[in-house]
């Protein structure tokens, strides 16, 4: 199956390319890329002619630092539902999360990885081996991830630092400027650093309800972007169900027109379980249900389909060793 990348995204590539004083019109042609797929939610060009078009339009653009530009231009309509999730989440973290999570939205060439230590949060964006190694598509990745921080943050985020694998530019100034942090060049790997502090700050555009919302969308997404997925696919009806109550790998299984036992196969065949399933996405709502103060722990147990409180509050107490009172609390 080849890789894929959102049409919408490409929008934000073609406002940058043609701020630098190029016309992508040309370049799309060549590349077979269809101006009108790119106000389609659903539509999706091949991996390689956006990979294509990075080096295309590096070749013609005298300047190696534009794609910064990301940070001016980046508008969240182009990471369709990931973009508005983002804008609602708690937290730094919550939404670097998903970005990790949902990433595969936007492309199937480059993947995000969080990881954590003691004193900071960093995202590693990693390329597949398909992907060519091309600089200004990587400053721009982190151009945006940095405009997407402060529209949650604030103007005055600033990361701990910023590491990049390319050699610093001639025009290096300008991610000093941009970013106003350590950035380090000719680094093991493209890293963008937050301090714990930074990222678990709780954010006043926090909207869990909307939060929701878009990640029960992207679910979706993922489920028909690949449709031989069974987890996601699971995953959502599970999420679809649960308020119902009674939820059943015989319910799922008439939501995806299969028999249980197909479904049951099917998820041995990728080393899961229904059960295990229902826990985990249980578990994943429950957490950010549990940070919406506005919804009542009996409520939060009716919407995770238990069918008394008491049960949800065993369950809760053996995911974090908490009740939900406590973990609410703390």
């Known amino acids: 199956m080849s890789l894929t990348y959102s049409a919408p995204a490409v929008a934000l590539t073609l406002k940058i390319i043609e701020s630098s004083g190029v016309d992508p019109d040309p370049l799309m042609r060549k590349l077979c890329i269809d101006p009108y797929k790119i106000a389609d939610p659903n539509a999706r060009f091949p991996y390689k002619r956006i990979d ?11 300047d190696p ?3 910064l530009k990301a940070a001016k231009y980046w508008h969240p309509s182009h990471l369709s539902g990931l973009g508005y999730a983002w804008l609602s989440s708690s937290s730094l973290r919550t939404a ?3 970005f990790s999570k949902y990433m595969r939205m936007l492309t199937e060439g480059a993947a995000f990885e969080l990881e954590e230590t003691s004193d900071d949060l960093s995202i590693v964006l990693r390329y597949n081996a398909i992907s060519r190694q091309q600089p200004t598509r990587t400053d721009s990745a982190m151009a945006m991830l940095v405009a997407m921080c ?5 103007d005055d985020f600033n990361p701990a630092s910023l590491a990049l694998t390319h050699p610093a530019p001639d025009c ?7 970013f106003r942090c350590p950035v380090y060049f000719d680094a093991p790997n493209n890293r963008f650093t937050l301090t714990l502090e930074s990222a678990d700050k709780r954010l006043e555009s926090s909207n869990p309800l909307l939060s929701t919302l878009h990640d029960q969308y992207m679910i979706n997404y993922l489920a028909q972007l690949d449709n031989s997925n069974i987890q996601e696919r699971v995953r959502a009806a ?5 308020p119902d109550g009674n939820i059943s790998d015989s319910i799922v299984a008439e939501a995806l027109y299969m028999n249980p ?4 196969r099917r998820l041995q065949k990728e080393h899961t379980t229904f059960k295990t399933q229902v826990n985990s996405v249980r578990q994943e ?3 950010r249900y549990i940070r919406d103060s506005s919804k009542g722990l009996a409520e939060i147990s009716y919407l995770l389909g238990f069918s008394e409180m008491s049960s949800f509050s065993r369950a809760f107490k053996r995911w974090t060793g908490e009740s939900p009172s406590h973990y609410r609390q703390g």
């Open 52 to 62: 294509a078009l990075w080096a295309e339009a590096a070749a013609l653009i005298d």
């Open 65 to 67: 630092c534009f794609g």
């Open 96 to 98: 670097l999360e998903r």
């Open 150 to 154: 402060r529209a949650n943050y604030g």
């Open 172 to 178: 290096s100034s300008k991610f000093y400027e941009l």
């Open 238 to 242: 599970i999420i679809q169900h649960l």
């Open 261 to 264: 036992r197909t479904l049951q």
């Open 285 to 287: 709502l429950a957490d």
